[in-house]
């Protein structure tokens, strides 16, 4: 599994790569974590506003930071599919 943070490297970026981490860890999923900090490509996943999470290249959510849970349901249904 892939999860990406899209972001300038801003807190609010940082803190929704911790949830992600933590969402990951407690599920026991074993990912890999990318940090997209260059404009063009956070524009390409059509992301007007960060930060933006991505897992296995669906974006998640964009321009807040979720819940922890909410992050752990989105890894659960990306391991099911």
Do not use: H, N
């Not at 860890?25 to 992301?47: C, P, S």
């Not at 991505?54 to 807040?64: F, W």
């Amino acid at each position: 599994m892939e999860i990406k943070i899209l972001g300038m490297g801003c807190p609010k970026c940082k803190r929704l790569e911790e949830l992600a981490r933590e969402a990951a860890g407690d599920l026991g999923v074993e990912a890999t974590f990318v940090k997209i900090k260059d404009l063009d490509a956070i524009m390409a996943y059509d992301v007007m506003s960060t930060p933006a999470l991505v897992i296995d290249e669906e974006v998640k959510s964009a321009g807040r930071i979720p819940g922890k849970e909410d992050i752990a349901e989105w890894i659960r249904a990306a391991q099911s599919s």
